[in-house]
């Protein structure tokens, strides 16, 4: 059975339910968790049934800020200039702390150096659809008509610098290929003439394409992650065919710099057991998200591999923000 997101939404009472564990110094009042996106989007959705689940297992309330703008930038301010006692913490991830380093000039905080990054939180790939016109049902059959016409093909994306354009960047790299990138404000545009034909082929968080793709209006041809997906594990992976290829959305639970350890490691600790709530696991993977704890020094060093591989994308992109 396929959970509508209100459907999800409304396990959010229960997930909030009387706490089961009380133990502890943390928390001992509500926590402001802040999302640096707008409300209604998945990152939304996503960040409040794990908020939902920390509250059953603290007992105390973790509530959802919203607080978007340049991509993500404004959020990610809050978060780093807050008090470091653990009672504002919020969503890091891909974007602010791996893409945006490269991408802007200038940014008013430090990705290594302004943030505590307590653990992961949730992995989503990209699906790359083609428009039902286009003549090409596997990622080999892709490849060999955009080489027979070099450039004569379009990829969209939700704008320049995201994962969705890296995703193109890579593909175009790793496949010897050449498409023109038709950037977005967003992906509901882009997949609006995904569907009507103005744009060949788009890289895209799961949800919004595989749902257009089971209503026949796209063709799916493979996700961006490593290995398959298991919200659609008939879809290949893009690395069974370039290998290595390999463009996630990932995100996770930070706090200003200098955050108590002992904080630090609870935060972390009560983040795994809300991951593995059986709950949680099926409202993120019907959201086409894998939930993906991670160790204190293992999110560390993941942000900056990440970072560094994905730099000389975004500067072979030239995606720059000033």
């Given at each position: ?19 089961l ?32 689940r ?20 404004v959020?990610?301010?809050a ?13 890091g991830g891909v974007?602010s ?8 000039r ?23 659809a083609?428009h039902?016109g286009?003549?090409?049902r ?6 060999a008509?955009?080489?027979a ?7 969209g994306?939700a704008?320049?610098?995201t ?16 498409m ?11 997949q ?27 063709r799916?041809?493979a996700?961006?992650?490593?290995n398959?997906?298991?919200v ?19 995100t ?26 059986p ?9 086409g ?5 991670t160790?204190i ?11 560094e ?6 500067r072979a992109?030239?995606a720059?923000v000033d």
């Amino acid at each position: 059975m396929t959970l509508s997101r209100r459907a999800i939404l409304g396990l959010l009472p229960a997930l909030a339910a009387p706490a089961l564990a009380q133990s502890g110094d943390w928390p001992n009042r509500t926590v402001r968790y802040i999302n640096p996106y707008p409300p209604g989007g998945p990152t939304d959705t996503l960040s409040r049934l794990y908020c939902a689940r920390m509250s059953e297992l603290t007992g105390q309330q973790f509530v959802v800020e919203n607080r978007s703008g340049s991509g993500g930038n404004v959020g990610a301010d809050a978060i780093a200039k807050s008090a470091p006692d653990g009672y504002t913490i919020g969503l890091g991830g891909v974007a602010s702390h791996a893409i945006a380093p490269t991408l802007y000039r200038s940014l008013p905080f430090d990705p290594e150096r302004d943030f505590t990054l307590v653990a992961g939180l949730w992995q989503l790939p990209n699906l790359l659809a083609v428009h039902l016109g286009v003549a090409a049902r596997s990622v080999p059959e892709l490849i060999a008509l955009l080489k027979a016409a070099p450039g004569e093909y379009s990829f969209g994306s939700a704008g320049s610098g995201t994962t969705l354009h890296l995703a193109g960047e890579m593909f175009k790299q790793l496949a010897g290929v050449e498409m023109v990138h038709v950037p977005y404000r967003g992906s509901a545009p882009a997949q609006l003439d995904l569907v009507a034909g103005r744009i060949s082929m788009m890289f895209d968080n799961i949800p919004g394409t595989l749902s257009l793709s089971r209503q026949g209006q796209v063709r799916p041809l493979a996700v961006t992650s490593l290995n398959r997906s298991a919200v659609a594990p008939e879809i290949p992976a893009i690395s069974e065919y370039l290998p290595g290829f390999d463009v996630v959305s990932w995100t996770c639970v930070c706090g200003p710099a200098g955050l108590p350890p002992a904080v630090v490691q609870r935060m972390s600790t009560l983040t795994k057991q809300a991951l593995e709530s059986p709950a949680v696991i099926r409202a993120y993977q019907e959201l086409g998200a894998s939930p993906w704890w991670t160790g204190i020094e293992e999110i560390a060093t993941y942000r900056t591999a990440q970072k560094e591989r994905l730099a000389p994308l975004v500067r072979a992109s030239g995606a720059r923000v000033d």
